[in-house]
């Protein structure tokens, strides 16, 4: 079983930076596709950041040159660092691992934008 934990959320005020981590358990982590996703209540949770094993990134237009995600394979985390945050970023974040039908999630972590 692969377990994600997620750390570094908090409130932030517009134009403010944050950095979430997430720590994945297992020794099989640099084979999985990892991504950032956020959620709003009411809303359906959204793709912000795709990493691929070999570090290829993919991002939501509306973080485009705001928000940067790396991994590390040797410590088996995947960081998302978020600059110029917006009152719109506020959400629960959460960390996910996936390969082909495997999927895997954290518990998520609050980001709060405001002043």
């Known amino acids: 079983q692969v377990q994600l934990v997620e750390s570094g959320g908090g409130l932030v005020e517009p134009g403010g930076s944050l950095r979430l981590s997430c720590a994945v358990s297992g020794s099989i982590f640099s084979i999985f596709h990892m991504g950032w996703y956020r959620q709003t209540p009411g809303k359906q949770r959204e793709l912000v950041a795709l990493?691929?094993?070999?570090?290829?990134?993919n991002y939501a237009d509306s973080v485009k040159g705001r928000f940067t995600i790396s991994r590390d394979n040797a410590k088996n985390t995947v960081d998302l660092q978020m600059n110029s945050l917006k009152p719109e970023d506020t959400a629960v974040y959460y960390c996910?691992?996936?390969?082909?039908?495997?999927?895997?999630w954290g518990q998520g972590t609050q980001v709060t934008v405001s002043s």
């Open positions: 990493i691929t094993p070999s570090g290829t990134t």
């Open positions: 996910n691992a996936h390969r082909l039908t495997l999927s895997f």
